[in-house]
């Protein structure tokens, strides 16, 4: 029985969608193929329909979660709301949903190059998308503390996970919040 160019693109996009959320949560050891397809409800066996390896889903998976906030037609972010949701409890406890920077960076230092190739032009226009929204007199300054916010939003938020104490965790990200609040980094 063969299926509509619909139902192909839909079952592409199920198991995108649960090969991005069981990577952020269990890592991409953690997550077998079978497991994915399971997940989107398909067998495994319509697994290389789609892809090549494991890998190249990884990379596509990369390229599907971060499409939305990448390129020219990125919507523009307002930075401070973006920080006021990135460093919440809600973010730091549902890594399956969360950032693919604050759940899987350091793994993917070791992903493909078509996986990092994704992350890197994704951070590409998040910094270029952020910078628009910073304080700073020139471009370059603007820049800067776009890095810098983010690299220090995203520290927070992996260093939240690690902590088994939740008062600290919680602390982490409300001092981050209130640090980024004070370094007038943003425009409020």
């Given at each position: ?16 969608d649960a090969a991005a959320r069981m990577f952020r949560e269990r890592g991409f050891e953690g997550v077998t193929v079978a497991d994915v397809m399971k997940a989107a409800g398909l ?53 399956g949903i969360g950032c693919l920077f604050s759940t899987l960076a350091q793994e993917a230092t ?79």
């Amino acid at each position: 029985m063969k299926i509509s160019k619909e139902q192909v693109a839909e079952n592409r996009k199920l198991i995108l969608d649960a090969a991005a959320r069981m990577f952020r949560e269990r890592g991409f050891e953690g997550v077998t193929v079978a497991d994915v397809m399971k997940a989107a409800g398909l067998t495994h066996g319509a697994f290389y329909g789609h892809f090549t390896s494991k890998d190249d889903l990884l990379a596509q998976a990369f390229a599907h979660t971060l499409a939305p906030y990448s390129g020219p037609d990125a919507p523009a972010i307002d930075f401070a709301a973006f920080a006021d949701g990135y460093l919440s409890n809600k973010h730091r406890d549902n890594p399956g949903i969360g950032c693919l920077f604050s759940t899987l960076a350091q793994e993917a230092t070791r992903a493909s190059d078509a996986a990092r190739t994704t992350m890197t032009e994704s951070a590409r226009s998040q910094i270029e998308n952020f910078s628009r929204s910073m304080v700073g007199e020139t471009d370059v300054d603007r820049r800067q503390a776009a890095v810098g916010n983010w690299a220090a939003m995203i520290g927070a938020v992996t260093l939240s996970r690690v902590l088994n104490d939740p008062v600290l965790s919680g602390q982490v990200l409300a001092d981050v919040k209130a640090w980024l609040e004070r370094s007038n980094a943003v425009e409020k």
